[in-house]
């Protein structure tokens, strides 16, 4: 079956210091690829997505992912996280089977800042 | 209204009792669809509609239904409550095949 992993349940990270969070999934095809931002208390917002083409995708609020089939691994990143950046973020796949589209959910990653 | 409306924000319920959360979009995206979000489970599918009256099961519709009636419309149906649904919802809509989906604020549901 179709699956997204996401390692990491949580991720402490200083100010400053640069971000990458794991995604992997499992699907036979070139899957559609997104990464979600989620507030406290708030709902989803997406961060970016990756269709097709250039592998490596630029996203709001300074996120860049990059695909890797070989790998199949579409792991998020930033250079310098901000302490407004403390939320959960989730990987999603996006595949369509027999006409219905469906989004595949990681568990997510909590992104914890110290100061 | 501006993207996805979900209410109540929060409710307290009674086990055994009958709930119905809203949600209402006016981007109008063809598909719709409710979650449930529990800690470390991430997001769940609880049922889809791909086009107004049409709607589908996804991955736990166990105890709850939908009716897509139009457009804008997506109601969920919690026929009678038990603790264990207990979580936060989410409706999210989606324009076309293949593209993102946008989400509603979540509405936080307590069964005791």
């Known amino acids: 079956a179709q699956s997204v992993t996401q390692p990491d349940i949580h991720i402490t990270v200083s100010e400053g210091a640069s971000l990458e969070l794991r995604c992997n999934y499992s699907y036979g095809a070139t899957p559609y690829l997104f990464w979600y931002v989620q507030s406290p208390g708030q709902g989803l917002q997406l961060l970016l997505k990756y269709f097709s083409g250039d592998t490596l995708v630029q996203g709001i609020k300074g996120f860049e992912a990059e695909f890797k089939r070989s790998q199949s691994s579409f792991n998020l990143r930033k250079p310098s996280v901000h302490w407004s950046d403390a939320a959960e973020y989730f990987c999603a796949v996006g595949r369509t089977i027999d006409s219905n589209y469906q989004l595949i959910w990681g568990a997510g990653t909590k992104l914890i800042i110290k100061p | ?112």
Request: positive net charge; hydrophobic residues 35%.
């Open chain 2, 1 to 112: 209204i501006a993207g996805i409306t979900q209410a109540p924000t929060s409710q307290i319920l009674a086990a055994g009792r009958r709930m119905t959360l809203r949600c209402t979009q006016d981007m109008r995206h063809n598909a719709m669809y409710w979650y449930r979000q529990d800690l470390g489970l991430g997001l769940r599918l609880i049922h889809y509609s791909n086009t107004a009256g049409t709607t589908g099961k996804g991955e736990v519709p166990d105890g709850y239904s939908v009716s897509r009636a139009n457009t804008d419309d997506f109601p969920l149906t919690l026929a009678s409550a038990v603790p264990s649904q207990t979580s936060v919802y989410f409706c999210a809509s989606r324009k076309g095949l293949n593209t993102e989906a946008f989400f509603g604020q979540g509405t936080r549901l307590t069964v005791v």
